[in-house]
Structures are given as structure tokens and as C-alpha cells.
């Protein structure tokens, strides 16, 4: 891939997280009165609350799935980094040297949680809910990590357009 290409497919990654953000973002405004779920507060929560917890579960998955396959691997090339053939949890280990996320382990981590609960299972409510507090409050990590990777391009001489609204 060259330069061009490398530049536009890194901006289009950026527009589509950032609307991934916006999305997220307007889920936790709908459900912010509930915050943090509790297993009492959960029972009252409505048809049209759940679909909102829901969409922010989506858009976190999307959000983190996007980040991953696309985003990382897109930056460690522009930084001239060898990506092809290298385990997830090596580029993550190089991400972090690079001060591009705090924790490998952390990013794991946030990986499983999201997976476990996007099964609804009524003998796990509990763990559920524990885990969708755990992704609301993790929602800046993402912009963190965007913020970080397009510090690093523009430090490497990419600059980038990307769109925040």
C-alpha cells in the first residue's frame, strides 16, 4: 500500500470510530439517569433504555473490533513497524511501548467482557450488569486511543483529516 492509500484508509477509519463514538455517545445520554446500572435499577429500566444499552453494546464491539483489525495494524505500518505475521497480542505489546494504549491486558480484558455480555443469559443478570458498567466507563479509552495514534502520525508526518463531530 502506498502513502496515498495508507493516509485514506487511515482517515476512513478514523470517520468511521469517530461516528461509532457519536453513536456510543448518544446511547450513554439516553441511560446516563440510570448510571451505574444496579441490579434493582435494571428491573425498571424499559424496553426503549434496553435497546439504547444494547446499541451502545453494539457500537462498542464495532467500535473495538475496528480499532483492532484496522486502525492499530494501519498505524504500526505508517510508523514503518512490521505487522504481517505478528500475534494480536504482539502488535498490542508494541501499541503500548508506544504509549498508543496503557494496557495490553487492559484492551484483552475489555475484549472478553464485551464478548460475555452480548449473550443474555438471565442466570449470569449479575455479571451482565457489572460488565455493561465496566464498558460505559471505559468509553474514553477509545478516544484516548485515537487521540494517541493520530499524535503518533502527525509526529511521523501524516498529517490526517479527521472528523470528530
Request: hydrophobic share 40%; proline share 3%; glycine share 2%.
Amino acid at each position: 500500500m502506498d502513502n496515498r492509500e495508507l493516509k485514506d484508509s487511515l482517515e476512513k477509519t478514523f470517520e468511521a470510530a469517530y461516528l461509532h463514538l457519536k453513536r456510543m455517545n448518544f446511547a450513554i445520554s439516553k441511560v446516563d439517569k440510570f448510571l451505574p446500572i444496579t441490579r434493582n435499577n435494571y428491573f425498571l429500566l424499559d424496553d426503549e433504555t434496553i435497546g439504547f444499552l444494547d446499541q451502545y453494546i453494539f457500537r462498542f464491539s464495532k467500535t473495538q473490533d475496528l480499532i483492532g483489525s484496522r486502525l492499530f495494524p494501519l498505524t504500526l505500518q505508517a510508523l514503518a513497524e512490521p505487522v504481517e505475521d505478528r500475534a494480536f497480542i504482539d502488535i498490542l505489546n508494541r501499541l503500548e511501548k508506544l504509549n498508543i494504549i496503557d494496557s495490553a491486558i487492559n484492551w484483552i480484558e475489555l475484549r472478553k467482557i464485551r464478548n460475555d455480555i452480548a449473550h443474555e443469559y438471565p442466570s449470569n443478570l449479575s455479571d451482565r450488569i457489572e460488565g455493561i458498567n465496566i464498558l460505559l466507563e471505559n468509553l474514553p479509552i477509545f478516544q484516548q486511543i485515537m487521540e494517541r495514534c493520530n499524535q503518533v502520525l502527525c509526529e511521523h508526518g501524516l498529517e490526517l483529516r479527521t472528523n470528530k463531530k
